[in-house]
């Protein structure tokens, strides 16, 4: 036994320093993409992998024997492994087939006797296929976590030491879905650490309760450790009914335990993953040598163009006799001043108002300038700049009208003329103006 598991821990190293050396002239495992924009890392291919670690069993100690005798117990041996993994899509889905040795050094001791637990009392055979899907890209970072989960085997005694197994036509396979979770750190292009745990699931029952006197049948005697119990009466006098081999998993009409007949167990794990076949770096981006710089010619400077109003005439409005209310007609006529005053900025405006002969001499000059500051007020709402406009009362038309006009007085008397000018001369004539 010892020397078996010696040869196996040696092995072990073996195959980890070839995997270390191999890391040393690896290929460098950082990449750029196409265009030599982005530094990504490099995506392995086919996985080799060993690994190491501590392997429990929890459970009956006997899976065999008497409910009386059953007691639950943890153990945690050494456990080696070896797997392949296969990309299936891209660097996201592998599937992983797995076998190693678990519970080595296992041997009969304290918790179980020759045939009573072949799981605990032997090592075990470990076959197994996952489905492992990474939770970050190997091109994204050096460190992966993933998920697993698919379908295995335990097979206890594989080396066929255990004589009572098969002498007592034992159950030695045990059929289990694995669920676990890991981390892989990669250390080059070709090699990576990881470090897992795991858990399985027991999907078949891998022991039988026995009658007291068939249990005692292969073990020590019991009327030497305790004359009076039931295991050394049932011994004696094996007709007795509370003797009799009860069938598995029966409860007892006092409500005592049943009889276990499954186990659980799960593992921690470290290891080394060795690449093959992953894309190889792309080659070093070519050097192109720069241009000389071009020297272009001076700039030829235009001098700039004085802007001038070519506007030549808006729009007048008109009002009704004493109004200074703008009418429908008027509001559309100053709509078509603003469009023109808005594509013409270098032009600006005098706003002169105006009243007929009968209007001023009822309502005097006021009224002319009211007229004015109206139309001034529109075109400032509607976005004309208050420095573009120049208010001027230019008080009764001339020449003056016949008063006795049926429309009291001259129509186009009363009225308030937009008179365009370049916005350059503007202040000049405003100061003429008023001079």
Same mark, same amino acid.
Do not use: W
């Given at each position: ?7 196996? %821990? ?25 265009? *030599?924009?982005? !530094? ?5 291919g086919v996985r080799l992998g060993v690994s190491a670690g501590l392997f429990a069993y929890n459970g009956p100690n006997i899976l065999y024997g008497t409910v009386d005798a059953q ?7 050494? #456990? ?24 080595? @050094? %296992? ?17 075990v055979f470990l076959g197994e296929g996952d489905l492992l899907v990474n939770l970050i890209s190997y091109r994204r970072s050096s460190l992966v976590p993933y998920v697993f989960t698919?379908f295995g085997a335990l097979v206890a005694d594989p080396f066929g030491q255990d004589e009572f197994i098969d002498a007592l036509d034992r159950d030695r396979t045990a059929y289990f879905?694995?669920? #676990?979770? *890991? ?23 891998? #022991? ?15 009327? %030497? ?27 007892? $009409?006092? @409500?005592?335990?049943?009889? !276990? ?17 992953? %894309? ?9 040598? $720069? ?9 030829? /400077?235009?001098? $700039?163009?004085? +802007? ?8 007048? /409005? ?9 009418? !429908? ?21 005098? +706003? ?11 309502? #005097? ?17 509607? @976005? /004309? ?9 230019? @008080?009764?038309?001339?020449? $003056? ?7 009291? *007085? ?19 004539? /405003? ?5």
């Amino acid at each position: 036994m010892f020397s078996r598991t010696l040869s196996l %821990a040696l092995g072990f190293v073996l195959v980890t320093a070839l995997g270390l050396a191999t890391s040393a002239q690896a290929q460098p495992y950082r990449t750029l993409d196409e265009d *030599g924009s982005t !530094d990504r890392y490099s995506v392995p291919g086919v996985r080799l992998g060993v690994s190491a670690g501590l392997f429990a069993y929890n459970g009956p100690n006997i899976l065999y024997g008497t409910v009386d005798a059953q007691d639950s117990v943890t153990k945690a041996r050494l #456990g080696v492994t070896a797997h392949v993994s296969f990309p299936l899509v891209r660097d996201r889905l592998y599937l992983r087939t797995t076998a190693g040795l678990l519970n080595i @050094g %296992a041997d009969t001791d304290e918790d179980a006797g020759p045939g009573q637990n072949p799981f605990l009392t032997n090592e075990v055979f470990l076959g197994e296929g996952d489905l492992l899907v990474n939770l970050i890209s190997y091109r994204r970072s050096s460190l992966v976590p993933y998920v697993f989960t698919g379908f295995g085997a335990l097979v206890a005694d594989p080396f066929g030491q255990d004589e009572f197994i098969d002498a007592l036509d034992r159950d030695r396979t045990a059929y289990f879905i694995p669920a #676990g979770v *890991g981390v892989d750190i990669r250390v080059s292009r070709n090699v990576s650490f990881y470090l897992e745990g795991s858990y399985r699931f027991i999907l078949n029952e891998v #022991g039988q309760e026995l009658s007291p006197s068939v249990a005692n049948a292969f073990g020590d005697d019991p009327c %030497a450790t305790d004359p009076e119990g039931m295991e050394c009466k049932c011994k004696k006098f094996p007709e007795k009914p509370e003797c009799k081999e009860k069938p598995p998993g029966e409860v007892d $009409p006092e @409500g005592e335990r049943s009889f !276990d007949e499954r186990f659980r167990t799960g593992g921690l794990a470290a290891g080394f993953n060795f690449g093959f076949g992953g %894309a190889p770096p792309p080659p070093p981006p070519v050097v192109v040598p $720069p241009a000389p710089p071009v020297v272009p010619p001076p700039p030829v /400077i235009v001098p $700039p163009q004085p +802007i001038v109003c070519d506007l030549t005439e808006l729009n007048a /409005i008109y009002f009704e006799y004493g109004s200074t209310s703008l009418t !429908d007609d008027a509001r559309d006529l100053l709509e078509n001043n603003v469009q023109l005053l808005r594509e013409h900025p270098e032009c600006c405006l005098f +706003i002169d108002g105006y009243t007929d002969t009968s209007e001023y001499d009822e309502f #005097g000059m006021p009224l002319a300038g009211q007229r004015a500051q109206v139309v001034y007020d529109y075109y400032l709402d509607r @976005g /004309i700049a208050a420095d573009r406009m120049h208010v001027r009362n230019r @008080g009764a038309s001339f020449p $003056p009208c016949d008063k006795e006009d049926p429309e009291e *007085g001259c129509r186009y008397g009363r009225r308030v003329e937009s008179i365009p000018l370049d916005c350059s001369n503007f202040l000049d004539r /405003i100061g003429a103006d008023r001079n």
